[in-house]
């Protein structure tokens, strides 16, 4: 049935449609936030990049579409493909627009930019306009029309809709329709013809049970019956279908950054989000083993967080997002419709992804103006900057970035930044780091050693929870230790033992995997595995949310959280993530202890276990740093075993803390070039 809805956007809309994946893909990608704007007068320009510019399109128009159909064919010029880092600096990529008076300025330059980062000059190594098609040409506009069909009533009139895209979207630009069943593979995209209408009306047409049948036929076995009644029943299915819809959105931005360089323009259709966050009361223990995991995954999902790394990732992939609610583009409005807080929530998810991806959202009939202005003005004029950052320290931390033009009276808008790539990210990309000096040429901590230490938290002031968690991944699983403070485990509620679940959930959104396990009476530490070897995580970065409630309900009992991250199965590197971490003191005689505690005192010896990926490596080599990251005259004993269960080979690095004094320290571990770190704090 998708490749019959496919097969439908495709003869639907005029030309030949265009597979997504034959268009250039992208290089780079920092996750960037927010929108900047400064008002420039003309200053002395800098060294102009190496590539020359692309021809430069002509001012928008208040009739764009008119323009773009009247406007001959582009020879279309596309961004280089440069190498996501070069000689250890990382490639960053943003638009900026350029306006004098509201109207965008065309023709400027490459030698009228300048770019700073943490306020450091940065070389441009691209300038390319980007716009309305000229008989010079530019790169050609992009449109996907996401139709979000589970939050759009089925009485939905989308004509309003058709008509505000046509406003917008000129007859060769390139469309695409997509919805929640569309699979990233089938995204195409074609110029748009007569009939848009129509095909969006006949997407809504489909009975439900052509959408998910699947899906839908678990809600029926799990969700209509157990405790809650139909209230319950309608939470669940709208906490089903509202992570559906995300998860395929998400994939959507995926396929988009895999295939488009500058800005693509995703116009959502939607009634918005309710952003659901965790509510225990839909759990249901009577249930199937099915039921409850199902009932138990929706009862911890956390979409506001979710959707804001949904922008994250539509940051990255140079996307923006442009909601548009259907009812907000009637002429009148129904006087006697109450506004919920459900509603006020879902307009306000709406303008939120438009906010965060430097865009905006029509929700309400006073939007529409500037909604058509703003999208035109985007459409319009605009330039892609290009630059390796001066900065060669991988800290997945965020850099501000600032974008100038010389061009008297102008004002430029761009992003705020972007998120730095992490020590792990680069290594993927076989970047090997090198130190990096500060003032007076003193030498930094190695990066590793930097985030090593944040890790620790404050040296004072009492934890927000008493519940600790140590992650290691492997390629496909992972390992969680949870670790409940000796105090908190004298307190009445928790001496009768606690539940612990544990979700793992993927920083590209869907749906998370739940783990579950149970601490007995006296019992402070709990060690979860997981998922099935016959249900494997993919490679990539995840959150690790654990949560623990007493085993018996007590008049001070409540929920303790502990959360931490792992990336799984990361290319060209041959260390798991994480480290297990085993603890020897006077109270535990001569038995290693698994711990998740960081603390430790003097009398404690000191267990560190890192996963080794691949077979036949060299031997693996540990010290003990400083905060500052000079090494101490410390030996640290390293020896060598393996799972007989699993195959994992451990690299195992004992270390006596007797001689440290009170204090931060480090303990890094070497295999050939690639370096991870663990961060200890001695307490008294």
């Known amino acids: 049935m998708r490749r019959r809805l496919s097969a439908l956007l495709c003869l639907s809309l005029s030309g030949l449609p265009v597979p997504a994946a034959a268009a250039p893909g992208p290089s780079s990608g920092g996750a960037h936030g927010g929108v900047a704007t400064s008002t420039t007068t003309p200053a002395s320009a800098s060294a102009s990049p190496a590539v020359v510019d692309a021809p430069q399109a002509?001012?928008?128009?208040?009739?764009?579409?008119?323009?773009?159909?009247?406007?001959?064919?582009?020879?279309?010029?596309?961004?280089?493909?440069?190498?996501?880092?070069?000689?250890?600096?990382?490639?960053?990529?943003?638009?900026?627009?350029?306006?004098?008076?509201?109207?965008?300025?065309?023709?400027?330059?490459?030698?009228?930019?300048?770019?700073?980062?943490?306020?450091?000059?940065?070389?441009?190594?691209?300038?390319?306009?980007?716009?309305?098609?000229?008989?010079?040409?530019?790169?050609?506009?992009?449109?996907?029309?996401?139709?979000?069909?589970?939050?759009?009533?089925?009485?939905?009139?989308?004509?309003?809709?058709?008509?505000?895209?046509?406003?917008?979207?000129?007859?060769?630009?390139?469309?695409?329709?997509?919805?929640?069943?569309?699979?990233?593979?089938?995204?195409?995209?074609?110029?748009?013809?007569?009939?848009?209408?129509?095909?969006?009306?006949?997407?809504?047409?489909?009975?439900?049970?052509?959408?998910?049948?699947?899906?839908?036929?678990?809600?029926?076995?799990?969700?209509a019956d157990g405790r809650g009644g139909a209230a319950v029943t309608e939470e669940l299915t709208a906490r089903r279908r509202e992570q559906e819809t995300l998860r395929a959105f998400n994939a959507t931005l995926t396929q988009l950054e895999d295939v488009r360089e500058g800005r693509t323009f995703v116009l959502l259709v939607s009634d918005g989000w309710a952003m659901f966050k965790a509510n225990d009361r839909v759990e249901d223990a009577t249930l199937s083993d099915e039921c409850q995991r199902e009932r138990t995954r929706l009862a911890y999902i956390d979409h506001e967080f979710e959707t804001r790394m949904t922008t994250q990732r539509a940051n990255r992939a140079t996307v923006s997002v442009y909601p548009v609610r259907p009812s907000a583009l009637r002429v009148t409005i129904d006087a006697g419709s109450p506004t919920t807080s459900v509603v006020e929530r879902r307009v306000e998810s709406l303008r939120t992804i438009g906010q965060l991806t430097d865009a905006t959202a029509l929700v309400l009939p006073a939007d529409r103006d500037a909604w058509l202005q703003r999208i035109r003005s985007d459409a319009g004029a605009s330039y892609l900057i290009s630059y390796y950052s001066s900065n060669t320290t991988f800290d997945g931390r965020f850099r501000r970035v600032t974008v100038e033009v010389a061009a008297e009276g102008a004002d430029v808008r761009t992003r705020l930044g972007y998120l730095a790539l992490t020590d792990a990210e680069a290594r993927a990309t076989g970047v090997v780091t090198t130190p990096v000096l500060g003032p007076g040429g003193r030498k930094l901590p190695p990066p590793a050693v930097t985030r090593a230490l944040d890790r620790l938290g404050p040296a004072s002031g009492r934890a927000l929870s008493p519940l600790r968690v140590q992650v290691v991944g492997f390629t496909s699983t992972l390992r969680a230790v949870v670790e409940l403070e000796a105090t908190a485990a004298r307190l009445p509620e928790w001496q009768a033992g606690m539940t612990v679940q544990v979700l793992i959930e993927s920083d590209k959104g869907g749906s998370p995997v739940v783990l579950q396990g149970e601490m007995r009476p006296s019992q402070r530490v709990l060690t979860v595995e997981g998922p099935d070897a016959d249900e494997p995580l993919a490679p990539g970065r995840y959150i690790v949310r654990v949560e623990g409630r007493p085993l018996r309900t007590t008049a001070g009992g409540g929920t303790v959280r502990a959360s931490g991250d792992v990336v799984l199965g990361a290319a060209a590197t041959r260390f798991g993530s994480g480290l297990q971490l085993l603890r020897r003191s006077p109270s535990t005689g001569l038995a290693y202890v698994a711990t998740a505690d960081s603390r430790y005192r003097r009398t404690d010896r000191l267990r560190l276990e890192v996963p080794v990926l691949g077979v036949g490596e060299a031997a693996v080599t540990a010290r003990v740093l400083t905060r500052e990251g000079e090494p101490l005259p410390l030996v640290v004993t390293m020896s060598e075993r393996t799972d007989a269960g699993t195959g994992v080979r451990w690299a195992v690095g004992d270390v006596t803390l007797a001689p440290l004094a009170q204090g931060e320290y480090v303990v890094e571990f070497k295999l050939g070039s690639e370096v991870t770190a663990y961060g200890l704090r001695i307490v008294p």
């Open 58 to 223: 002509a001012p928008a128009s208040p009739t764009l579409a008119a323009a773009a159909q009247s406007s001959p064919a582009p020879a279309t010029t596309a961004p280089t493909r440069f190498p996501r880092v070069r000689e250890g600096r990382t490639l960053v990529r943003l638009e900026a627009y350029v306006t004098r008076d509201g109207v965008p300025v065309s023709g400027l330059p490459s030698s009228a930019f300048t770019a700073t980062e943490d306020d450091a000059d940065q070389a441009l190594e691209e300038v390319l306009a980007l716009g309305a098609r000229t008989a010079a040409g530019a790169l050609p506009r992009r449109f996907v029309v996401w139709l979000d069909r589970w939050h759009l009533a089925a009485s939905t009139d989308l004509t309003a809709v058709a008509q505000l895209i046509d406003s917008v979207v000129g007859a060769a630009d390139q469309v695409a329709i997509v919805t929640p069943d569309t699979r990233p593979a089938e995204l195409v995209f074609s110029a748009r013809g007569a009939g848009l209408g129509q095909v969006l009306t006949d997407a809504m047409a489909w009975a439900p049970d052509e959408r998910d049948p699947a899906g839908l036929d678990l809600e029926r076995r799990c969700f």
